[in-house]
Nanobody, 124 residues
């Protein structure tokens, strides 16, 4: 399964962006999704997680209340709605997926499928 992320770009402080991620090749059924982000010189940071049914979500502390993860099962797509953006949200954002649901869901090592990353830049 290959993941294709899109939707990054430039936003102003307080603005919004929506990222999308869709799988290609292989079966995309029963995938558990997450978003991570990374800035140069830092480890990949957990952003958000959504479970198999879409009813279970979990967020990193730095984005809680501002970002929302969701899925569209008909389109096999996962979204990350980012609101009230801050300059510190500037990073390359990666979508990730796993079939196994092993804890902790915030650990990058849990996920075996990764997208190529999409740049998000927030200006002050």
């Amino acid at each position: 399964v290959q993941l294709q992320a899109s939707g990054g770009g430039l936003a102003q402080f307080g603005g919004s962006l929506r990222l999308s991620c869709a799988p290609s090749g292989g079966s995309s059924s029963s995938l558990i999704w997450a978003w991570f982000r990374q800035t140069p010189g830092k480890e990949r940071e957990f952003v958000a997680y959504i479970g198999w049914t879409g009813s279970s979500t979990f967020y990193g502390d730095s984005v809680k209340g501002r970002f929302a993860i969701s899925t569209d099962s008909a389109k096999n797509t996962v979204y990350l709605q980012m609101n009230r953006l801050k300059p510190e949200d500037t990073a390359v954002y990666y979508c990730a997926a796993t079939r196994y649901g092993r804890p902790p869901v915030s650990a990058a090592t849990v996920y075996e499928y990764w997208g190529q990353g999409t740049q998000v830049t927030v200006s002050s």
